[in-house]
Protein backbone atom coordinates (compact mmCIF):
# COMPACT_ATOMS: atom_id res chain seq x y z
CA UNK A 1 0.00 0.00 0.00
CA UNK A 2 1.22 3.22 -0.93
CA UNK A 3 0.39 6.76 0.48
CA UNK A 4 0.32 8.39 -3.24
CA UNK A 5 -2.01 6.11 -4.30
CA UNK A 6 -5.14 8.27 -6.51
CA UNK A 7 -7.04 4.81 -5.58
CA UNK A 8 -6.70 3.13 -2.21
CA UNK A 9 -9.32 0.30 -1.57
CA UNK A 10 -9.01 -1.31 2.12
CA UNK A 11 -11.04 -4.69 3.41
CA UNK A 12 -14.45 -3.69 1.28
CA UNK A 13 -17.21 -5.64 1.55
CA UNK A 14 -20.48 -5.27 -0.43
CA UNK A 15 -23.84 -7.56 1.00
CA UNK A 16 -26.91 -7.72 -1.10
CA UNK A 17 -29.49 -8.91 1.34
CA UNK A 18 -27.56 -12.18 2.04
CA UNK A 19 -24.97 -12.95 -0.36
CA UNK A 20 -21.41 -11.15 -0.28
CA UNK A 21 -20.44 -9.68 -3.56
CA UNK A 22 -17.46 -8.30 -2.32
CA UNK A 23 -15.33 -9.89 0.29
CA UNK A 24 -12.30 -7.43 2.45
CA UNK A 25 -10.99 -6.05 -1.05
CA UNK A 26 -7.85 -4.73 -0.66
CA UNK A 27 -6.36 -2.44 -3.85
CA UNK A 28 -4.23 0.33 -4.74
CA UNK A 29 -3.81 1.93 -7.78
CA UNK A 30 -0.86 4.98 -8.43
CA UNK A 31 -0.69 7.82 -10.61
CA UNK A 32 0.04 6.46 -14.92
CA UNK A 33 -0.38 3.03 -13.29
CA UNK A 34 -2.24 0.06 -15.76
CA UNK A 35 -4.34 -2.56 -13.33
CA UNK A 36 -6.30 -4.89 -14.86
CA UNK A 37 -9.48 -6.28 -12.84
CA UNK A 38 -10.21 -9.63 -14.26
CA UNK A 39 -13.07 -11.68 -13.14
CA UNK A 40 -15.72 -13.95 -14.55
CA UNK A 41 -18.74 -12.31 -14.72
CA UNK A 42 -20.88 -11.83 -11.68
CA UNK A 43 -17.46 -11.84 -9.53
CA UNK A 44 -18.14 -8.43 -8.81
CA UNK A 45 -16.08 -6.17 -11.26
CA UNK A 46 -18.98 -4.08 -11.73
CA UNK A 47 -20.12 -3.73 -7.99
CA UNK A 48 -16.40 -2.74 -7.32
CA UNK A 49 -16.56 0.15 -9.72
CA UNK A 50 -19.95 1.29 -8.73
CA UNK A 51 -18.38 1.19 -5.22
CA UNK A 52 -15.41 3.32 -6.50
CA UNK A 53 -17.68 5.97 -8.26
CA UNK A 54 -20.21 6.49 -5.18
CA UNK A 55 -23.19 5.03 -7.01
CA UNK A 56 -23.71 2.81 -4.30
CA UNK A 57 -22.58 2.46 -0.82
CA UNK A 58 -19.85 -0.51 0.99
CA UNK A 59 -20.99 -2.68 3.58
CA UNK A 60 -17.71 -2.01 5.01
CA UNK A 61 -14.45 -0.85 4.91
CA UNK A 62 -12.66 2.62 3.12
CA UNK A 63 -12.55 3.88 -0.18
CA UNK A 64 -10.27 6.81 -1.47
CA UNK A 65 -10.16 8.25 -4.29
CA UNK A 66 -8.11 10.81 -5.01
CA UNK A 67 -7.89 11.57 -0.87
CA UNK A 68 -11.06 11.90 -1.08
CA UNK A 69 -15.01 9.91 -0.44
CA UNK A 70 -15.98 8.07 -3.52
CA UNK A 71 -19.29 10.18 -4.80
CA UNK A 72 -18.17 13.33 -3.49
CA UNK A 73 -18.63 16.66 -6.18
CA UNK A 74 -14.38 16.49 -6.16
CA UNK A 75 -13.80 13.18 -6.01
CA UNK A 76 -16.36 12.96 -9.59
CA UNK A 77 -14.38 15.36 -10.72
CA UNK A 78 -10.92 13.79 -10.43
CA UNK A 79 -12.85 10.05 -12.12
CA UNK A 80 -13.75 9.06 -15.36
CA UNK A 81 -15.91 6.08 -16.04
CA UNK A 82 -16.53 4.12 -19.13
CA UNK A 83 -19.53 1.65 -18.26
CA UNK A 84 -19.83 -1.86 -20.02
CA UNK A 85 -21.91 -1.56 -22.80
CA UNK A 86 -22.33 2.29 -22.68
CA UNK A 87 -25.57 3.33 -23.89
CA UNK A 88 -26.31 7.23 -24.91
CA UNK A 89 -29.57 8.94 -25.63
CA UNK A 90 -30.73 7.76 -29.37
CA UNK A 91 -32.45 10.85 -30.01
CA UNK A 92 -29.07 13.04 -29.86
CA UNK A 93 -25.67 12.86 -32.00
CA UNK A 94 -22.49 12.42 -30.81
CA UNK A 95 -21.33 15.77 -30.78
CA UNK A 96 -24.59 16.64 -28.64
CA UNK A 97 -24.24 14.06 -25.84
CA UNK A 98 -19.90 14.79 -25.84
CA UNK A 99 -20.88 18.54 -25.01
CA UNK A 100 -23.30 17.68 -22.74
CA UNK A 101 -20.85 15.95 -21.01
CA UNK A 102 -18.28 18.57 -21.11
CA UNK A 103 -20.57 21.32 -20.38
CA UNK A 104 -21.32 19.10 -16.81
CA UNK A 105 -17.97 18.44 -16.34
CA UNK A 106 -17.29 22.05 -16.32
CA UNK A 107 -14.91 22.08 -19.66
CA UNK A 108 -14.92 24.27 -22.37
CA UNK A 109 -17.58 22.79 -25.09
CA UNK A 110 -14.66 23.40 -28.20
CA UNK A 111 -12.88 20.56 -26.62
CA UNK A 112 -15.08 17.87 -28.16
CA UNK A 113 -14.29 18.52 -31.64
CA UNK A 114 -10.78 17.24 -30.86
CA UNK A 115 -11.64 14.53 -28.55
CA UNK A 116 -14.30 13.11 -31.33
CA UNK A 117 -11.27 12.97 -33.88
CA UNK A 118 -8.47 11.47 -31.47
CA UNK A 119 -11.55 8.70 -30.98
CA UNK A 120 -12.16 8.71 -35.21
CA UNK A 121 -15.79 9.83 -34.81
CA UNK A 122 -15.43 13.21 -36.24
CA UNK A 123 -17.34 11.98 -39.33
CA UNK A 124 -20.15 10.50 -37.72
CA UNK A 125 -20.56 12.75 -35.09
CA UNK A 126 -23.54 14.50 -36.21
CA UNK A 127 -25.45 11.43 -37.00
CA UNK A 128 -27.88 10.46 -34.24
CA UNK A 129 -26.52 7.86 -31.57
CA UNK A 130 -29.41 5.98 -32.39
CA UNK A 131 -27.86 4.72 -35.89
CA UNK A 132 -24.53 3.93 -34.61
CA UNK A 133 -23.07 0.15 -34.01
CA UNK A 134 -21.80 -0.27 -30.53
CA UNK A 135 -18.63 0.04 -31.61
CA UNK A 136 -18.90 3.62 -32.46
CA UNK A 137 -21.08 4.16 -28.90
CA UNK A 138 -18.31 2.53 -27.12
CA UNK A 139 -15.39 4.91 -28.73
CA UNK A 140 -17.84 7.62 -27.44
CA UNK A 141 -17.58 6.17 -24.22
CA UNK A 142 -13.72 6.50 -24.35
CA UNK A 143 -13.89 9.93 -25.47
CA UNK A 144 -15.85 10.85 -22.71
CA UNK A 145 -13.45 9.24 -20.26
CA UNK A 146 -10.83 11.76 -22.07
CA UNK A 147 -12.64 14.79 -20.88
CA UNK A 148 -10.53 17.09 -18.89
CA UNK A 149 -7.70 14.99 -17.92
CA UNK A 150 -9.17 12.23 -14.60
CA UNK A 151 -6.65 11.35 -12.23
CA UNK A 152 -8.16 7.75 -11.95
CA UNK A 153 -10.25 6.33 -14.84
CA UNK A 154 -12.64 3.19 -14.37
CA UNK A 155 -12.87 1.22 -17.45
CA UNK A 156 -15.45 -1.53 -17.65
CA UNK A 157 -15.04 -4.44 -19.97
CA UNK A 158 -13.57 -1.64 -22.40
CA UNK A 159 -12.30 -4.09 -25.75
CA UNK A 160 -16.06 -5.39 -25.77
CA UNK A 161 -17.58 -5.25 -28.96
CA UNK A 162 -14.39 -3.30 -30.22
CA UNK A 163 -12.98 -4.53 -33.66
CA UNK A 164 -9.36 -5.51 -34.00
CA UNK A 165 -8.21 -1.81 -35.26
CA UNK A 166 -10.57 -0.46 -32.25
CA UNK A 167 -8.29 -2.38 -29.87
CA UNK A 168 -5.49 -1.14 -30.97
CA UNK A 169 -6.88 2.28 -30.89
CA UNK A 170 -8.29 1.91 -27.32
CA UNK A 171 -4.52 0.61 -26.11
CA UNK A 172 -2.92 3.47 -27.52
CA UNK A 173 -5.36 5.18 -25.72
CA UNK A 174 -4.57 3.70 -22.40
CA UNK A 175 -1.28 3.93 -22.64
CA UNK A 176 -1.81 8.30 -23.52
CA UNK A 177 -3.41 8.42 -20.60
CA UNK A 178 -1.08 6.23 -18.53
CA UNK A 179 1.35 8.41 -19.97
CA UNK A 180 -0.52 11.53 -18.79
CA UNK A 181 -0.69 10.32 -14.78
CA UNK A 182 -3.72 9.10 -15.16
CA UNK A 183 -4.37 5.95 -13.28
CA UNK A 184 -6.43 2.88 -14.80
CA UNK A 185 -8.61 0.66 -13.44
CA UNK A 186 -9.24 -1.81 -16.35
CA UNK A 187 -12.17 -4.56 -16.05
CA UNK A 188 -12.33 -8.02 -18.11
CA UNK A 189 -13.51 -11.27 -18.08
CA UNK A 190 -10.68 -12.51 -20.08
CA UNK A 191 -6.71 -12.40 -19.77
CA UNK A 192 -5.76 -11.69 -23.49
CA UNK A 193 -2.82 -9.90 -24.58
CA UNK A 194 -5.07 -6.24 -23.89
CA UNK A 195 -4.70 -7.13 -20.53
CA UNK A 196 -1.09 -8.85 -20.54
CA UNK A 197 -0.08 -4.74 -21.68
CA UNK A 198 -1.19 -3.63 -18.21
CA UNK A 199 1.30 -3.57 -15.43
CA UNK A 200 -0.59 -5.24 -12.68
CA UNK A 201 -3.09 -8.02 -12.91
CA UNK A 202 -5.85 -8.23 -9.98
CA UNK A 203 -7.87 -11.17 -9.98
CA UNK A 204 -11.47 -11.52 -8.55
CA UNK A 205 -13.21 -14.81 -8.20
CA UNK A 206 -16.32 -15.04 -6.48
CA UNK A 207 -16.30 -11.53 -4.69
CA UNK A 208 -12.20 -12.27 -3.20
CA UNK A 209 -9.53 -10.95 -4.68
CA UNK A 210 -7.05 -14.19 -5.61
CA UNK A 211 -4.47 -12.45 -6.89
CA UNK A 212 -2.74 -9.05 -7.46
CA UNK A 213 0.78 -8.77 -9.11
CA UNK A 214 2.28 -8.11 -12.05
CA UNK A 215 2.16 -11.31 -15.19
CA UNK A 216 5.20 -12.07 -14.98
CA UNK A 217 5.24 -12.75 -10.95
CA UNK A 218 1.63 -14.22 -11.58
CA UNK A 219 3.31 -16.66 -14.14
CA UNK A 220 5.91 -17.76 -11.30
CA UNK A 221 3.55 -18.42 -8.73
CA UNK A 222 1.76 -20.15 -11.04
CA UNK A 223 3.93 -23.26 -11.81
CA UNK A 224 1.78 -23.98 -14.65
CA UNK A 225 3.74 -26.94 -16.65
CA UNK A 226 5.50 -26.48 -20.12
CA UNK A 227 4.47 -28.25 -22.71
CA UNK A 228 7.65 -29.92 -25.16
CA UNK A 229 6.70 -31.86 -28.30
CA UNK A 230 9.03 -33.77 -30.06
CA UNK A 231 8.94 -35.05 -33.34
CA UNK A 232 10.89 -37.86 -33.96
CA UNK A 233 13.16 -38.79 -36.88
CA UNK A 234 12.37 -41.84 -39.14
CA UNK A 235 10.40 -44.36 -37.02
CA UNK A 236 12.20 -43.03 -33.51
CA UNK A 237 8.85 -42.37 -31.63
CA UNK A 238 8.87 -45.85 -29.63
CA UNK A 239 12.39 -45.38 -28.98
CA UNK A 240 11.88 -41.95 -27.60
CA UNK A 241 8.96 -42.47 -25.63
CA UNK A 242 10.88 -45.45 -24.19
CA UNK A 243 13.95 -43.16 -22.79
CA UNK A 244 11.71 -40.26 -22.03
CA UNK A 245 8.18 -41.04 -21.22
CA UNK A 246 5.61 -39.14 -21.79
CA UNK A 247 2.92 -39.47 -24.24
CA UNK A 248 2.61 -40.90 -27.75
CA UNK A 249 1.08 -38.64 -30.42
CA UNK A 250 -0.35 -39.70 -33.67
CA UNK A 251 2.88 -41.93 -34.30
CA UNK A 252 5.72 -40.02 -34.95
CA UNK A 253 5.26 -37.66 -31.76
CA UNK A 254 6.24 -37.69 -27.97
CA UNK A 255 4.72 -34.95 -25.47
CA UNK A 256 6.48 -34.19 -22.37
CA UNK A 257 4.71 -32.06 -19.78
CA UNK A 258 7.46 -30.60 -16.88
CA UNK A 259 7.54 -28.35 -14.26
CA UNK A 260 9.29 -24.92 -15.11
CA UNK A 261 12.14 -25.79 -12.64
CA UNK A 262 12.96 -28.43 -14.86
CA UNK A 263 12.89 -27.51 -17.94
CA UNK A 264 16.59 -27.26 -18.39
CA UNK A 265 16.89 -31.04 -16.91
CA UNK A 266 14.52 -32.49 -19.68
CA UNK A 267 16.08 -30.73 -22.36
CA UNK A 268 19.09 -31.67 -21.62
CA UNK A 269 18.11 -35.23 -21.69
CA UNK A 270 16.57 -34.12 -24.68
CA UNK A 271 19.96 -33.14 -26.18
CA UNK A 272 21.68 -36.32 -25.37
CA UNK A 273 19.17 -38.43 -27.57
CA UNK A 274 20.59 -36.57 -30.46
CA UNK A 275 19.81 -37.98 -33.83
CA UNK A 276 16.84 -40.05 -32.49
CA UNK A 277 15.10 -36.29 -32.33
CA UNK A 278 13.69 -34.52 -35.54
CA UNK A 279 12.34 -31.13 -34.19
CA UNK A 280 11.41 -29.75 -30.76
CA UNK A 281 8.46 -26.92 -29.71
CA UNK A 282 8.22 -25.55 -26.68
CA UNK A 283 4.97 -24.04 -25.33
CA UNK A 284 5.15 -22.08 -22.37
CA UNK A 285 1.37 -21.95 -20.28
CA UNK A 286 -0.76 -19.70 -22.19
CA UNK A 287 -2.31 -16.14 -20.47
CA UNK A 288 -5.83 -18.23 -20.47
CA UNK A 289 -4.18 -21.10 -18.43
CA UNK A 290 -2.52 -19.03 -16.33
CA UNK A 291 -6.28 -16.81 -15.45
CA UNK A 292 -7.93 -20.37 -15.19
CA UNK A 293 -5.03 -21.15 -12.58
CA UNK A 294 -6.28 -18.49 -10.46
CA UNK A 295 -9.88 -17.35 -11.13
CA UNK A 296 -11.02 -21.27 -10.73
CA UNK A 297 -13.14 -23.35 -12.99
CA UNK A 298 -15.84 -23.46 -10.64
CA UNK A 299 -18.20 -20.93 -12.09
CA UNK A 300 -20.37 -19.62 -9.64
CA UNK B 1 -24.73 25.17 -10.92
CA UNK B 2 -27.58 27.08 -13.49
CA UNK B 3 -24.97 26.04 -16.18
CA UNK B 4 -25.73 22.29 -15.45
CA UNK B 5 -29.39 22.81 -14.94
CA UNK B 6 -29.56 24.58 -18.73
CA UNK B 7 -26.88 22.44 -20.01
CA UNK B 8 -29.48 19.50 -18.81
CA UNK B 9 -32.39 21.37 -20.00
CA UNK B 10 -31.26 21.90 -23.64
CA UNK B 11 -30.75 18.56 -24.09
CA UNK B 12 -33.81 17.19 -23.08
CA UNK B 13 -35.61 20.22 -24.81
CA UNK B 14 -34.05 18.80 -28.23
CA UNK B 15 -34.65 15.00 -27.39
CA UNK B 16 -38.82 16.43 -26.76
CA UNK B 17 -38.34 17.93 -30.05
CA UNK B 18 -36.68 15.67 -31.84
CA UNK B 19 -39.22 12.56 -30.46
CA UNK B 20 -41.71 15.13 -31.74
CA UNK B 21 -43.32 15.24 -28.43
CA UNK B 22 -43.78 19.44 -28.67
CA UNK B 23 -45.01 18.43 -31.80
CA UNK B 24 -47.96 16.15 -30.75
CA UNK B 25 -48.31 17.88 -27.70
CA UNK B 26 -49.42 20.93 -29.04
CA UNK B 27 -51.17 19.23 -32.00
CA UNK B 28 -53.42 17.20 -29.32
CA UNK B 29 -54.42 20.29 -27.42
CA UNK B 30 -55.17 22.38 -30.32
CA UNK B 31 -57.63 19.62 -31.99
CA UNK B 32 -59.00 19.18 -28.58
CA UNK B 33 -59.38 22.62 -27.96
CA UNK B 34 -61.14 23.50 -31.24
CA UNK B 35 -63.27 20.46 -31.54
CA UNK B 36 -64.97 21.61 -27.38
CA UNK B 37 -64.93 24.96 -28.75
CA UNK B 38 -67.44 24.71 -31.51
CA UNK B 39 -69.16 21.72 -30.28
CA UNK B 40 -69.60 23.31 -27.57
CA UNK B 41 -70.79 26.65 -28.98
CA UNK B 42 -74.82 26.16 -28.40
CA UNK B 43 -75.28 27.35 -24.90
CA UNK B 44 -73.93 30.62 -25.50
CA UNK B 45 -77.41 32.70 -25.84
CA UNK B 46 -78.85 30.85 -23.32
CA UNK B 47 -76.30 32.03 -20.77
CA UNK B 48 -75.51 35.47 -22.12
CA UNK B 49 -71.80 34.92 -22.33
CA UNK B 50 -69.51 35.33 -25.44
CA UNK B 51 -68.45 32.20 -27.32
CA UNK B 52 -64.61 32.40 -25.84
CA UNK B 53 -66.28 32.40 -22.32
CA UNK B 54 -67.86 28.87 -22.89
CA UNK B 55 -64.89 28.08 -24.86
CA UNK B 56 -62.73 28.76 -21.85
CA UNK B 57 -65.36 26.92 -19.65
CA UNK B 58 -65.00 23.94 -22.06
CA UNK B 59 -61.25 23.71 -22.29
CA UNK B 60 -61.20 24.27 -18.72
CA UNK B 61 -62.69 20.60 -18.39
CA UNK B 62 -60.68 19.51 -21.34
CA UNK B 63 -57.21 20.48 -19.37
CA UNK B 64 -58.20 19.08 -16.39
CA UNK B 65 -57.92 15.45 -18.35
CA UNK B 66 -55.25 16.50 -20.62
CA UNK B 67 -52.84 18.17 -18.43
CA UNK B 68 -52.61 15.36 -16.22
CA UNK B 69 -52.06 13.11 -18.88
CA UNK B 70 -49.26 14.97 -21.31
CA UNK B 71 -47.45 15.48 -18.27
CA UNK B 72 -47.42 12.01 -16.74
CA UNK B 73 -47.04 10.48 -20.63
CA UNK B 74 -44.23 12.73 -20.92
CA UNK B 75 -42.42 12.13 -16.94
CA UNK B 76 -42.97 8.66 -16.60
CA UNK B 77 -39.67 7.59 -18.28
CA UNK B 78 -37.42 10.66 -17.25
CA UNK B 79 -35.85 8.17 -14.58
CA UNK B 80 -37.06 4.71 -15.34
CA UNK B 81 -35.92 5.12 -18.83
CA UNK B 82 -32.56 6.73 -18.22
CA UNK B 83 -31.74 3.62 -15.66
CA UNK B 84 -32.91 1.07 -18.30
CA UNK B 85 -30.55 2.53 -21.20
CA UNK B 86 -27.55 2.34 -18.58
CA UNK B 87 -27.11 6.95 -19.08
CA UNK B 88 -27.90 7.43 -15.40
CA UNK B 89 -24.94 5.57 -14.33
CA UNK B 90 -22.53 7.74 -16.11
CA UNK B 91 -24.20 11.09 -15.44
CA UNK B 92 -24.06 10.64 -11.91
CA UNK B 93 -20.33 9.92 -12.15
CA UNK B 94 -20.21 13.62 -13.28
CA UNK B 95 -20.35 16.24 -11.13
CA UNK B 96 -23.82 16.99 -11.45
CA UNK B 97 -26.33 16.58 -8.36
CA UNK B 98 -29.34 14.34 -9.13
CA UNK B 99 -31.48 18.02 -8.19
CA UNK B 100 -29.97 19.57 -10.50
CA UNK B 101 -31.09 16.71 -12.99
CA UNK B 102 -34.17 16.63 -12.07
CA UNK B 103 -34.90 20.61 -12.40
CA UNK B 104 -33.06 20.59 -15.16
CA UNK B 105 -35.66 17.79 -16.91
CA UNK B 106 -38.40 19.42 -15.01
CA UNK B 107 -37.73 22.75 -16.67
CA UNK B 108 -37.57 21.33 -20.19
CA UNK B 109 -40.44 18.95 -19.75
CA UNK B 110 -42.02 22.50 -18.37
CA UNK B 111 -41.31 24.48 -21.51
CA UNK B 112 -42.85 21.72 -24.12
CA UNK B 113 -46.10 21.82 -22.13
CA UNK B 114 -45.97 25.69 -21.29
CA UNK B 115 -45.51 25.55 -25.15
CA UNK B 116 -48.14 22.96 -26.47
CA UNK B 117 -50.70 24.85 -23.82
CA UNK B 118 -50.44 28.12 -25.34
CA UNK B 119 -50.49 26.92 -29.37
CA UNK B 120 -53.88 24.68 -28.56
CA UNK B 121 -55.67 27.00 -26.06
CA UNK B 122 -54.36 30.13 -27.56
CA UNK B 123 -55.60 28.94 -31.36
CA UNK B 124 -59.35 27.67 -30.18
CA UNK B 125 -59.41 30.68 -28.30
CA UNK B 126 -58.47 33.52 -31.30
CA UNK B 127 -60.98 31.08 -33.54
CA UNK B 128 -63.30 31.50 -30.61
CA UNK B 129 -62.96 35.48 -30.33
CA UNK B 130 -63.43 35.70 -34.23
CA UNK B 131 -66.38 33.92 -34.48
CA UNK B 132 -68.13 34.36 -32.00
CA UNK B 133 -66.90 37.26 -29.85
CA UNK B 134 -64.46 37.84 -26.80
CA UNK B 135 -64.70 40.32 -23.71
CA UNK B 136 -61.91 41.51 -21.52
CA UNK B 137 -62.81 39.30 -18.92
CA UNK B 138 -63.03 36.22 -21.49
CA UNK B 139 -60.07 37.15 -22.39
CA UNK B 140 -58.16 37.44 -18.69
CA UNK B 141 -59.82 33.92 -18.56
CA UNK B 142 -57.88 32.21 -21.45
CA UNK B 143 -54.41 33.60 -20.22
CA UNK B 144 -55.55 32.21 -16.44
CA UNK B 145 -56.38 28.86 -18.07
CA UNK B 146 -53.64 28.83 -20.16
CA UNK B 147 -51.14 29.85 -16.62
CA UNK B 148 -52.84 27.30 -14.30
CA UNK B 149 -52.89 24.39 -16.86
CA UNK B 150 -49.00 24.74 -17.07
CA UNK B 151 -49.14 24.95 -12.96
CA UNK B 152 -51.11 21.77 -13.27
CA UNK B 153 -48.66 19.93 -15.89
CA UNK B 154 -46.00 20.84 -13.31
CA UNK B 155 -47.65 19.47 -10.84
CA UNK B 156 -48.16 15.82 -12.33
CA UNK B 157 -44.44 15.96 -14.56
CA UNK B 158 -43.33 16.00 -10.95
CA UNK B 159 -45.59 13.30 -9.59
CA UNK B 160 -44.30 12.00 -12.86
CA UNK B 161 -40.89 11.64 -12.61
CA UNK B 162 -41.54 10.28 -8.86
CA UNK B 163 -43.27 7.10 -10.22
CA UNK B 164 -40.50 7.28 -12.37
CA UNK B 165 -37.33 6.69 -9.84
CA UNK B 166 -40.24 4.31 -7.77
CA UNK B 167 -41.01 2.25 -10.51
CA UNK B 168 -37.94 -0.65 -11.05
CA UNK B 169 -38.79 -0.19 -15.02
CA UNK B 170 -39.87 2.39 -17.65
CA UNK B 171 -42.97 0.24 -18.55
CA UNK B 172 -43.27 -0.28 -14.42
CA UNK B 173 -43.54 3.34 -14.34
CA UNK B 174 -46.15 3.77 -17.09
CA UNK B 175 -48.14 1.84 -15.55
CA UNK B 176 -48.15 3.57 -11.91
CA UNK B 177 -47.91 6.69 -14.07
CA UNK B 178 -51.84 5.33 -15.70
CA UNK B 179 -52.49 4.31 -11.96
CA UNK B 180 -51.62 8.48 -10.87
CA UNK B 181 -54.13 10.11 -13.42
CA UNK B 182 -56.95 7.49 -12.78
CA UNK B 183 -56.94 8.24 -9.04
CA UNK B 184 -56.16 12.09 -9.21
CA UNK B 185 -58.53 12.85 -12.45
CA UNK B 186 -61.12 10.02 -12.12
CA UNK B 187 -61.25 8.02 -8.84
CA UNK B 188 -60.78 10.86 -6.51
CA UNK B 189 -64.01 12.98 -7.46
CA UNK B 190 -65.80 9.81 -7.85
CA UNK B 191 -64.94 8.79 -4.01
CA UNK B 192 -66.07 12.61 -3.10
CA UNK B 193 -69.38 11.86 -5.01
CA UNK B 194 -70.18 8.75 -3.18
CA UNK B 195 -69.30 10.56 0.03
CA UNK B 196 -71.60 13.46 -0.71
CA UNK B 197 -74.88 11.26 -2.19
CA UNK B 198 -74.25 9.37 1.26
CA UNK B 199 -73.85 12.73 3.28
CA UNK B 200 -77.15 14.43 1.70
CA UNK B 201 -76.23 18.05 2.55
CA UNK B 202 -75.05 17.53 6.05
CA UNK B 203 -71.50 18.68 7.99
CA UNK B 204 -69.40 16.99 4.86
CA UNK B 205 -71.27 18.05 2.08
CA UNK B 206 -70.61 22.37 3.81
CA UNK B 207 -67.60 21.96 5.44
CA UNK B 208 -65.10 19.06 4.68
CA UNK B 209 -65.91 18.52 0.71
CA UNK B 210 -64.55 22.04 -0.61
CA UNK B 211 -61.45 21.38 1.33
CA UNK B 212 -60.96 17.77 0.43
CA UNK B 213 -61.51 19.08 -3.06
CA UNK B 214 -59.29 21.58 -3.32
CA UNK B 215 -56.29 19.49 -1.96
CA UNK B 216 -56.23 17.53 -5.36
CA UNK B 217 -54.19 19.88 -7.78
CA UNK B 218 -56.61 18.31 -10.54
CA UNK B 219 -59.72 20.22 -8.51
CA UNK B 220 -57.67 23.13 -7.21
CA UNK B 221 -57.29 24.17 -11.13
CA UNK B 222 -60.98 23.87 -11.57
CA UNK B 223 -61.56 25.47 -8.94
CA UNK B 224 -59.59 28.30 -9.34
CA UNK B 225 -60.84 28.75 -12.93
CA UNK B 226 -64.11 28.75 -11.90
CA UNK B 227 -64.11 30.88 -8.85
CA UNK B 228 -61.96 33.58 -10.89
CA UNK B 229 -64.65 34.43 -13.30
CA UNK B 230 -68.34 34.48 -13.18
CA UNK B 231 -69.10 33.57 -16.64
CA UNK B 232 -67.07 30.33 -16.54
CA UNK B 233 -68.40 29.19 -13.38
CA UNK B 234 -71.94 29.80 -14.97
CA UNK B 235 -71.33 27.82 -17.84
CA UNK B 236 -69.37 24.80 -15.51
CA UNK B 237 -72.15 24.73 -13.48
CA UNK B 238 -69.33 24.60 -9.99
CA UNK B 239 -69.94 27.61 -8.53
CA UNK B 240 -71.36 25.80 -4.75
CA UNK B 241 -68.46 24.12 -4.38
CA UNK B 242 -66.08 27.76 -5.49
CA UNK B 243 -68.28 29.60 -3.14
CA UNK B 244 -67.87 27.54 0.03
CA UNK B 245 -63.91 28.35 0.32
CA UNK B 246 -61.70 31.29 0.89
CA UNK B 247 -60.58 32.44 -2.49
CA UNK B 248 -56.93 31.66 -2.20
CA UNK B 249 -57.23 28.33 -1.04
CA UNK B 250 -57.29 26.91 -4.81
CA UNK B 251 -54.88 29.24 -6.20
CA UNK B 252 -52.80 28.24 -3.32
CA UNK B 253 -52.69 24.31 -3.13
CA UNK B 254 -52.03 24.55 -7.24
CA UNK B 255 -49.14 26.61 -6.60
CA UNK B 256 -47.89 24.46 -4.10
CA UNK B 257 -48.11 21.35 -5.73
CA UNK B 258 -45.59 21.17 -8.43
CA UNK B 259 -42.97 22.77 -5.62
CA UNK B 260 -44.32 19.51 -3.44
CA UNK B 261 -44.48 16.94 -5.63
CA UNK B 262 -40.73 17.82 -7.02
CA UNK B 263 -39.73 17.48 -3.43
CA UNK B 264 -41.09 13.93 -3.34
CA UNK B 265 -39.62 13.15 -6.63
CA UNK B 266 -36.14 14.06 -5.67
CA UNK B 267 -36.85 11.73 -2.60
CA UNK B 268 -37.48 8.79 -4.42
CA UNK B 269 -34.93 10.08 -6.98
CA UNK B 270 -32.28 10.09 -3.92
CA UNK B 271 -32.81 6.02 -3.70
CA UNK B 272 -32.19 5.02 -6.87
CA UNK B 273 -29.34 3.12 -7.58
CA UNK B 274 -28.37 3.14 -10.93
Redesign the interface.
Known amino acids: MSKDAVLQVEKLCKRYGNSDVLKAISLSVRPGERVALLGHNGAGKTTLMKLILGLTTASSGEISVAGLAPGSVEARRAVAYLPEAVAFHPALNGREQLKLFARLAGEPTHVVNALLERVGLDEAADRRIGTWSKGMRQRLGLAQVLLGRPRLALLDEPASGLDPISRHDLYSIIDEMAAQGTALLISSHALTEVEARTDRIAILRKGELVADDTLAHLSRRAELPIRLRLTAKGDAAAEIHARLGGARVNGASVELICHPDEKMDRLTRIAALGGLVGDLEMTPPSLEDLYRHFSGKDRP | MI??IL??SA?EL??SR??LWVLTASMIMTLFALALTFAGAAPTGALGVDLLTVSVASMTTLSVYLAPLLALMMAFDAIAGDVE???L?????????RGELLIGKFLAHLGTLAFAMTTGFGIAGIAAALSGGAGIESIVALIRLIGTSVLLGGAFLALGYMVSALAGSAAGAAGLAAGLWLIFVVLYDLSLLGAIVYDDGGFFTRSVFPWLLALNPADAFRLWNVAAAEGVALATGMTGAANALPAWVAPASLILWPPLALALARGAFGRV??
Open positions: NRAVTRIRNRGGALMLTYPVSEP
